[in-house]
């Protein structure tokens, strides 16, 4: 990203400011000012010149350059108005060696979920894969997983939307009974090096502007449940809430319990190992669901999880 652009706009957020002194203040042309202006404009910032000199007065919604204005987290923005999938470009990233990046783009041609499953990926959703690389052992990893649907339940939330967490990383709205929309789903990808995370990529796929015409059958959008919404403040908020999450790794569990719908019902967990049909009683650390069974307590560590009606 050009520095000097950055450092322009970040003065007519803070505006209105004269062309001639915001020249000598970044040591640059007038005349480089007046360009970076106008590239601002052309990538669909408004730019109102005032009698007091340049003024911002709206922000596109998406965009490296809109991503990380006025973003209170630590991360740098790798933004595509379209990727085959943000989770892979987030992985190449971090084999390469990058740290608090985060892939943002505005649609994905090859959307990734779990298990060779597909995420459906249409005009107005939030693709964002964060690249974290925590000191903490591999055993703790699952926690940045339960911290992106902390994340992203809390951000949903603020944005109006009843969003809670059916285990282990799906955001949902419930319906009736046993009934839910998904909102959002989480892909989180790993790579560990002797008993440490080396790193890991939280993907998450959150249907925000989206028309639910767009989306599979049980899905649902923030757009559907509260009216249409502000792309840039939500993944701002998203990532805001992860960096304060990854940063208090304790307070995940907790946070995760308070969002939880799984917890109390009736759940058919598919593992490797046969389903598991019982309560959900417990999150235990580091995100096993424990389930009361007919033939006593088990602790599930992976698998798909299905609220059932109560019998
Ligand atoms: C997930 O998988 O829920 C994880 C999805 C993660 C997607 C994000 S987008 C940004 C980043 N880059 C990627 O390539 N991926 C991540 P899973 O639990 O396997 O659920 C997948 C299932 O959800 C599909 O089989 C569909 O049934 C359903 N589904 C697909 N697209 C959906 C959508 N947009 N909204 C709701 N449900 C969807």
Same mark, same amino acid.
């Given at each position: ?92 990233? $971090?084999?390469?060696? *990058? =740290? /608090?990046?985060?892939?943002? %783009? ?5 959307? !990734? &979920?779990?298990? +060779? @499953? ?89 249907? $925000?502007?989206?028309? *639910? =015409? /767009?989306?599979?059958?049980? %899905? ?5 449940? !509260? &009216?249409?919404? +502000? @792309? ?80």
């Amino acid at each position: 990203m050009n520095e000097t652009r950055r450092r322009v706009l970040e003065a007519l957020a803070d505006g209105p400011v004269a062309g001639p002194a915001l020249a000598d203040d970044l040591g640059v042309s007038r005349n480089a000012v007046w360009k970076h202006v106008e590239a601002l404009r052309a990538a669909g910032f408004e730019v109102e010149s005032t009698a007091d000199g340049y003024a911002l007065s709206s922000v596109p919604e998406s965009g490296a350059l809109a991503l990380s204005l006025g973003l209170d987290a630590p991360f740098e923005i790798d933004y595509h108005g379209t990727v085959d999938s943000t989770n892979r470009r987030a992985r190449d990233l $971090a084999e390469d060696g *990058a =740290a /608090d990046v985060a892939v943002v %783009a505005d649609g994905q041609t090859g959307g !990734r &979920g779990r298990l +060779d @499953r597909s995420w459906t990926s249409p005009p107005g959703g939030i693709y964002l894969s964060a690249v974290l690389r925590p000191d903490r052992p591999l055993a703790d990893a699952p926690l940045f997983t339960l911290a992106a649907a902390v994340a992203t339940a809390r951000t949903a939330r603020e944005a109006g939307v009843d969003a809670r967490i059916k285990w282990p990383n799906d955001v949902v709205v419930p319906g009736d009974e046993s009934d839910y929309r998904k909102l959002a789903g989480i892909l989180t990808e790993l790579q560990g090096e002797a008993d440490r995370i080396e790193w890991t990529v939280v993907g998450v796929g959150l249907n $925000a502007d989206v028309d *639910a =015409a /767009d989306l599979p059958a049980g %899905a649902t959008s923030v757009r559907a449940e !509260r &009216g249409t919404v +502000d @792309r840039r403040a939500i993944v701002q908020r998203l990532l805001e809430s992860l960096d304060d999450l990854r940063r208090d790794p304790d307070a995940v569990l907790p946070a995760w319990r308070d969002l939880a719908l799984t917890l109390g019902q009736r759940v058919r967990v598919e593992t490797p190992d046969g389903d598991v049909v019982g309560e959900a009683v417990a999150v235990e650390h580091p995100g096993a669901l424990v389930v009361a069974t007919d033939e006593g307590t088990v602790s599930v560590s992976s698998g798909d999880c299905e609220h059932l009606r109560p019998v």
